[in-house]
T-cell receptor
Framework: QQPVQSPQAVILREGEDAVINCSSSKALYSVHWYRQKHGEAPVFLMILLKGGEQKGHDKISASFNEKKQQSSLYLTASQLSYSGTYFCGTKERGSARQLTFGSGTQLTVLP | NAGVTQTPKFQVLKTGQSMTLQCAQDMNHEYMSWYRQDPGMGLRLIHYSVGAGITDQGEVPNGYNVSRSTTEDFPLRLLSAAPSQTSVYFC???????????????FGSGTRLTVV
């Protein structure tokens, strides 16, 4: 079951904040977040393993709400280098299925 | 440390031709996988492996074969190329531990394949 990401695209100015959501209809074991710049490979940002867990990476952080089967990625004080497509990957709890990726959120940061 | 190396970077095939996409990693990762990326559809899993001699199918395995004779290499073979296989292909690897879902994936730089 592919997770649903929202929004599909977002445009903001340097210094503004953004939130990207990743939702699943299934109970989740873990959530991965990746960023892909145009023409490049996806790059791992962080992984969340426990319900309620929050992690940070510079000014990029994420939370995992196990009850809502949802994860959110928070980009604070956006920099030009944050531009790219953000993907979440989810592993369903109790399922033999492998990591399933959402269709991505395209983030554009303007000067 | 090269990470995950994919070759070739670009390839054009005629319908019906076969070819092998190469993937090699030097991080001693047990888990390796192949994804295809199509516009608006994210990354879809083709095949994966949890160790040498062990492979399994992902979401979209039809038309592709894999083998894993060593920890380092995980080639993807297109048996008879079709236009529907036009895509960007990524190889990814990770540590396994108790489960590969506890570790981030390292992706190769991708192979852009066009089937005409």
């Amino acid at each position: 079951q592919q997770p649903v990401q929202s929004p599909q695209a977002v445009i903001l100015r340097e210094g503004e904040d953004a939130v990207i959501n990743c939702s699943s209809s299934k109970a989740l074991y873990s959530v991965h977040w990746y960023r892909q710049k145009h023409g490049e490979a996806p790059v791992f940002l962080m992984i969340l393993l426990k319900g309620g867990e929050q992690k940070g990476h510079d000014k990029i952080s994420a939370s995992f709400n196990e009850k809502k089967q949802q994860s959110s990625l928070y980009l604070t004080a956006s920099q030009l280098s944050y531009s790219g497509t953000y993907f979440c990957g989810t592993k369903e709890r109790g399922s033999a299925r492998q990591l399933t990726f959402g269709s991505g959120t395209q983030l554009t940061v303007l000067p | 440390n090269a990470g995950v190396t994919q070759t070739p970077k670009f390839q054009v095939l005629k319908t019906g031709q076969s070819m092998t996409l190469q993937c090699a990693q030097d991080m001693n990762h047990e888990y390796m996988s192949w994804y295809r990326q199509d516009p608006g559809m994210g990354l879809r899993l083709i095949h994966y492996s949890v160790g040498a001699g062990i492979t399994d199918q992902g979401e979209v395995p039809n038309g592709y074969n894999v083998s894993r004779s060593t920890t380092e290499d995980f080639p993807l073979r297109l048996l008879s190329a079709a236009p529907s296989q036009t895509s960007v292909y990524f190889c990814a690897s990770s540590y396994l531990g108790r489960t590969q879902f506890n570790y981030g994936y390292t992706f190769g730089s991708g192979t852009r394949l066009t089937v005409v």
